[in-house]
């Protein structure tokens, strides 16, 4: 066999491993969107069953051996083959030792975990979680201990595996820099800022309005709409079966119009990632290999940047006046404006201000540490989250539901935390090298997204696959990682808006 | 291995075969309900892809040999086991040669034409959809060809598999019988009926209106809330998972409530069925093999035997009355009985009144015999639709959208049509049993209805997966099925209604 004769046989094993991730993710997508309560444990073993099958394909010896054949001699492969065989060989290399009984216990375990949270989090009761809880966390250090080559420590391991390269000590560095900053000024505004009207922010927001603002949204944000669903979830989240199909989810909160707007914004930056991929990366089975990272730069990129700028608002206040009718009738742009940027230390990461939000992050980033590595027990969770969200955001949790129980994440995977608050300072780091591209706000402010995505395309959804994170930030903006970009940006924005010296 | 053996290990491979068949349905669900537009092509191939899957464990010579040799030597089996090997021999028999390739080519032609039809109807363009058409007929047909025992006759076929021991012969007697008395009934009607009031029946009713009022009746009709979902589609169905997982569907349009009340009714009462067959019968495999017209029967029952009675409004219309608001407030509880009864001759099935229904249905089937069995091309079927509707029901058909492509069933299966008007025939010589054992529409008019649903589980339910519908309704009722019953029903009803002599 020659080598192209190998990855036309190798794509062809490929385009079927891919029909079933893109199943199983579908059944996935069910499991959080449509099956009611009692059919939940039924979908996580028929998921598990057709994981069975999916393992078998990845594990097979011929798709092994052509990764490990192409691995070894890549002579006439083009450079976007060679990033797919090295993509390959690395989940290969991760995955070879775990077993069909293995992985088909896992996923059960974990399929099983959405339901039992669902349940907890409804009942404000963390003991209905707990088993779950510390099952897949034990599944999750055994399917690494099963790992030939591996960075020192569990939590090393999965942050390496979000985030190529990344790990503690960097991250302590990252966060240690966000918390100088950002510690402060938090109080400095808590004390000295400007008070800012907030009384319409829980005025009731009929969901049917709400949701035709959000598909308002997702058309301004550049989503192609005959390949975009709009569906509600608990936990919001976007997920794609291939380009041409794309799920953006949103939780409508009657007294809390807000919420939605920038839930919907953010999963359309997903959504607009996942569809927006140069066609030859789905074409060569490298597509959707872009950090966790890189993701939330972009939805955090439309909920912040974009989403929660002046120019922004600027632009969809019309609208807003026309759908929010009577009920918002007394509200003018720049107090709509000041509102949706109010910074308050609260319980909610998905509701925090720009300011806030990565400490919510830090605290979990903290916490997983903890539990990952084996200095607490399960059970000494959320005793930790209520003592450090007293001590670093100054509030008291008052139930699980609203502490450790409120993100989806906790039921499938640990050490994406990290990824939002890289992503905050990505994207401003980004933001600024745009600007000597264009005039982004002044774009914004006509509603020109267009201008933003062709960007974002060339520049930045072009490499995203075939780069590690550091690779990407430098060939984007020509320097590595450097958080000052986003606490300046922070420091300039709240002061001005708190009227700050 | 002891025929014990042999039955244990058989339910492991059938576990598998539902996780696989659950899913595949699924992610049929999801084409229907969820998928945009532009994912339906990939979502048509990777269904396929994972029906090569059950294809292979339905056809591994491991089942196929327990499934032979448990029929061929049942000794020890209990009457369940028996009546699950005949079930699963006789599917083995009509796929038994039917190969991986041809399952799969036939799969993706199937799954496609959904997406097409869509496109077609949305469109009003019958062309748009006519290939696939073809083509699933097509395949139809060699599928067919493929079996080793079958009827005489394409159609006939097709009548035999929904509904064991339906033909032609049986059906054209059966329609002759109802076409003798509706037409002259539903001329009188049209020339000497009283006139009903009707001009509310296109107020606009807000659509978050309508779904609470969907969710107050598959309340009362006595759907267990935590395994029940209702979700919205184009041509709405019921479908499950699992006795744990039913999904019923309904399509709103704001200026016709109606449609939406007995869509809802009508799809309730299948779910109601897949929720609540005899717990052995999951247990045992035997579960939801009743035919199409036993669950035409239940849905029909609610539908209309139920749902358009005046008790059944009488206990409704203070909710009608809530929800509806002012829109709906000069309409007393006869005006509504009345008007959610008027008969007139019309386009759309779905839409259509009791006395008109099993016309459209008769037209269907009548259409479906000519092209089944060769004797009209695909391009010939607008024409003689259109024909039809004028001929029997007076109609003049604007386009193919109210025509020939109103319903999906011709996406997917051929010859289920009848079972609507058997259904109905059923329906109301079930109903007269069912009323010399309580005074049924007493209860109803409490909204009593777990009295109803009582009664069929133990009389109805408790029966349908394991006997034919011959033995089914002589069970139940101590006769076969009469469609006197339902035809003296129609002219009570109406002549009550329109006061006729």
New interface residues.
Partial sequence: MTNQEKIKRLFELLS?QE??A??IG??N??ML???????M???A???A??GK?YHSLTHAPEYENLILELHENSEGLTDLQKKMIEQRFESYEKGKNISAEFAYEMDVAFNKAYGKWLQAKKAEDFSLYRDSFASIIEYTKKAIDLREKKPEGYYNACLDDYEKGGNEEQLDAFFGALKERILPLMKEILSEGKKIREDFLSRPC???QQEAFSRYLLEVEGL??????L?TTEHPFTDH??P????VTTHYFEENFVSNIFSTLHEGGHALFMQNEPAEFYEGFVADHMSNAMHETISRFYENLIGRSKEFIHFVYPKFKELGGETFADVSEEELYEAVNISRPDLIRTEADELTYSIHVMIRYEIEKEFMNGNITVDEIPELWNKKYEEYLGVKVPNDSEGCLQDVHWTGSFGYFPSYALGNAYGVQILRTMEKDFDVFGAVKEGKLDLVLGWLKEKVFSIASVTTPDEWIRAITGEPLNPNYYLDYLEEKYRSLYQLA
Avoid: H, W
């Avoid at 969107?33 to 059919?39: F, H, L, M, R, S």
């Avoid at 041409?244 to 799920?247: C, F, H, L, S």
């Fill in positions: 079927e029909a079933y893109r199943s579908k059944l997508f069910d969107c449509c099956a009611p309560e009692e059919g444990d039924q979908a073993e028929d998921m069953v057709l099958t009929p969901i049917p192609r709409k005959t390949a975009t669903v569906m079966y291939g041409n199909d794309v799920r």
